[in-house]
């Protein structure tokens, strides 16, 4: 987890508080002063006004409890991240807390969330832009029964077919996130045993609806497998990819 950097004149964090989007999401760097949000440029400032709306909303849905779980987005090579330990309804635009993609950090003085590692991992291994995390408590509940959220749903599709299991490793480590990339292969989203969920998206409302669909899932087979005597009839994976090429013309089209 990246620590803020230290001004090794006076021992204070040095804030690298004017940090602005450069000509094709690059991130530029200067001296500034003020709040650690002022400064930064408006693309930026927006990004981090999505996060803040999105981790919030986790709790609001009950995916989370307290400040369980975390959430991210990318804008260039800039990653704004949810800070560690710090109520989401106590954020504010001076709380914009931002790491580069070695994961050191380049805005704000709040030290990141502890799963740092993970969510950079998926920014390095995929084309994601937003990365949600929860503790949501039926797709947690499934992560200690099965390797595999078994297909009852068609939705499955939406995250690119049968949502794997990563094994458990503790919070916060490499070894979580490689346990998480591997369960990732071919997926936007996975469970962690015994600890939660991870989704991606190209942006925070696609990532922030996969935690969605997962949870809703985990909870659906769970209510299903809990009728005495019977089991649910689950779908087949040619089944579910069927549903995904018809997906992929879902919606309104502009």
Do not use: I
Not at 67 to 94: I, Q
Not at 164 to 188: I, W
């Amino acid at each position: 987890m990246a620590e803020p950097r230290r001004n090794a004149n006076d021992g204070r964090p040095d804030e690298r508080r004017d940090v602005r989007p450069a000509p094709g999401g690059s991130v530029r760097r200067g001296a500034g002063e003020g709040d650690a949000g002022a400064g930064v440029g408006e693309d930026v400032a927006r990004l981090w006004a999505e996060v803040v709306a999105t981790a919030r909303r986790t709790v609001a849905d009950g995916l989370v409890v307290g400040t369980s779980g975390n959430v991210s987005a990318r804008l260039g090579d800039l990653v704004l991240v949810t800070p560690s330990g710090v109520p989401y309804d106590r954020l504010t635009p001076a709380d914009l807390t931002g790491v580069d993609l070695t994961g050191r950090q380049v805005l704000g003085t709040l030290v990141p969330t502890s799963e740092l590692p993970m969510h950079l991992a998926v920014y390095r291994a995929t084309d994601a832009r937003a990365v949600v995390h929860t503790h949501a408590v039926h797709a947690t509940a499934v992560s200690t029964l099965v390797p595999e959220l078994p297909l009852v749903h068609y939705m499955a599709a939406a995250l690119g077919g049968p949502v794997r299991v990563a094994p458990y490793a503790p919070y916060g480590t490499d070894e979580l996130a490689g346990n998480m990339l591997r369960a990732l292969a071919g997926r936007s989203g996975c469970l962690l045993r015994n600890h939660g969920t991870v989704t991606y998206g190209a942006t925070l409302d696609q990532a922030y609806d996969r935690t969605a669909q997962l949870e809703w899932m985990c909870r659906l087979w769970l209510t299903a497998s809990s009728v005495p005597g019977l089991a649910p009839t689950l779908l087949t994976e040619a089944q579910v990819a069927e549903v995904g090429e018809r997906l992929k013309g879902y919606g309104q089209r502009r």
